[in-house]
């Protein structure tokens, strides 16, 4: 029901900025809490933000807090990522999701139905 194609990954250096973008198809996206996952080479997929349907509340990984922001553009059916002061342990695969029909702001991988392919985030040291 929800197609999910995210954009804007790289190659930064240690300290640089990355914003990434997450276009979903249809007309309810406002409806489905939004999150960021990534996945490392070797590592389990973690959690990094969620924002809720109105994009009123966000939540943050203590790993990201402070230096990433999780918003969306309803308008636009698009979700973003700026990532800012970025530092090696970054480096990872980032993939967009959305938590099923009436769930609300949630870092429960369990709640999320709809997951993009992701995009490569590396940053140099």
């Known amino acids: 029901q929800v197609q999910l194609v995210e954009s804007g990954g790289g190659l930064v250096q240690a300290g640089g900025s990355l914003r990434l973008s997450c276009a979903a198809s249809?007309?309810?996206?406002?409806?489905?809490?939004m999150g960021w996952f990534r996945q490392a080479p070797g590592k389990e997929r973690e959690f990094v933000a969620a924002?809720?349907?109105?994009?009123?509340?966000?939540y943050y990984a203590d790993s990201v807090k402070g230096r990433f922001t999780i918003s969306r553009d309803n308008a636009k059916n698009t979700l973003y990522l700026q990532m800012n002061s970025l530092k090696p342990e970054d480096t990872a695969v980032y993939h967009c999701?959305?938590?099923?029909?009436?769930?609300?702001?949630?870092?429960?991988?369990?709640?999320?139905?709809?997951w993009g392919q992701g995009t490569q985030v590396t940053v140099s040291s």
């Open positions: 249809g007309r309810t996206f406002s409806n489905y809490a």
């Open positions: 999701a959305a938590a099923r029909l009436g769930a609300g702001l949630t870092t429960n991988v369990g709640s999320y139905d709809y």
């Open positions: 924002i809720a349907g109105s994009g009123a509340r966000t």
